[in-house]
C-alpha cells in the first residue's frame, strides 16, 4: 500500500511541497491501532484537542475561509497524528450534532475543506435556522448539560462547563460574541431558559433551568438522544435520565 494512500473521510495526507514543514501521516493506522494509541494518551487532553479542533473550524467557518487540511494538522493536531482520525471523528459528530455543520472536501487535490449546513432537527419543531445555528447549537449543549445534571445547574458549573469549548463569560467569541449576553440575556428572552437567583448565597448565586420554549421545541428524549450520540454511548447508559425521558410529559 502507498504511503500516499488517502482514505475517504478523514484520512489526511500533506506533502510540504511549498517548503513548509511536512505533516505527512503516512498508512492510515487501522481502529485497533487508534485504540492502542488513545490508551496511551491522556483522555482530558484528547478531549481538549477535539475542543480546539471544533473552534477553530468554526471560526474558519464564521469568516468562510476554506481549511486547508495541512492547516488542521499543524495548527491543532500537532503531536497527536497518532490519534488524529479520533479527534476528527469526534469533532465532526459534534459539528454536526451541535452546531448543525458538517465538514465537507471541496478540493480533492490540494485537500480544501469548508462546513456545510446539515441543521440538526428535533422532534416536531426544527430548533435552528439558518444564521442562527451556531448560537442555537450552544444553547441546545447548555440544554443537555442542564438535563444531565438534574434539571437544573449553578451558573458556575455551567460557565464552566462552556470554558471548556472555549466560551468565556467575560471575553467577546468570535463565533457567538458576547457569550454572556447571549446566554443570561437573549436565551432568557427568548424563553429558552430561566435563570432565578438562589436565596442566601453570598456572593449571589443563580440556577439555570429550562424555559417554556424549549420544553415545547424539543423534548429530553431528544437530548438524551443529542448527549448519547456525542459520547458515542446508548442513551441507557444514563438510566436515570432515560428513565425521565421515557416518562409520559
Given amino acids: 500500500m502507498s504511503q500516499r494512500k488517502r482514505s475517504r473521510g478523514s484520512g489526511f495526507t500533506q506533502q510540504g511541497d511549498d517548503g513548509e514543514e511536512d505533516f505527512t501521516l503516512s498508512l492510515t493506522p487501522s481502529h485497533s491501532q487508534v485504540q492502542r494509541n488513545l490508551e496511551r494518551r491522556s483522555q482530558d487532553q484528547v478531549n481538549q484537542k477535539v475542543s480546539e479542533l471544533v473552534q477553530y473550524l468554526l471560526v474558519k467557518d464564521q469568516k468562510k475561509i476554506p481549511i486547508k487540511r495541512a492547516d488542521i494538522l499543524k495548527k491543532v493536531i500537532r503531536e497527536y497524528k497518532d490519534v488524529y482520525s479520533e479527534i476528527v471523528n469526534r469533532a465532526g459528530r459534534t459539528l454536526q450534532q ?26 416536531g419543531e426544527n430548533l435552528c435556522c439558518d444564521n442562527q445555528t451556531a448560537k442555537l447549537g450552544l ?5 443537555s448539560f442542564i438535563f444531565m445534571k438534574g434539571n437544573s445547574a449553578k451558573d458556575g458549573a455551567v460557565w464552566e ?7 468565556q463569560p467575560g471575553e467577546r467569541h468570535e463565533v457567538f460574541g458576547d457569550a454572556k449576553k447571549l446566554v443570561t440575556e437573549e436565551f432568557v428572552r427568548q424563553k429558552y431558559l430561566e435563570i432565578t437567583p438562589i436565596l442566601l448565597t453570598d456572593p449571589p448565586e443563580f440556577e439555570y433551568r429550562w424555559g417554556p420554549r424549549a420544553a415545547k421545541e424539543t423534548s429530553k428524549k431528544d437530548v438524551l438522544r443529542f448527549v448519547a450520540k456525542i459520547q458515542g454511548k446508548d442513551p441507557t447508559f444514563w438510566m436515570s435520565q432515560y ?7
Avoid: W
Fill in 98 to 123: 451541535v452546531f448543525g455543520l458538517q465538514l465537507v472536501e471541496i478540493d480533492t487535490k490540494h485537500h480544501i475543506y469548508i462546513l456545510t449546513s446539515n441543521l440538526l432537527r428535533a422532534e
Fill in 139 to 143: 444553547l441546545l449543549v447548555i440544554l
Fill in 161 to 167: 462547563f462552556l470554558r471548556r469549548l472555549r466560551v
Fill in 243 to 249: 428513565n425521565e425521558a421515557q416518562a409520559p410529559p
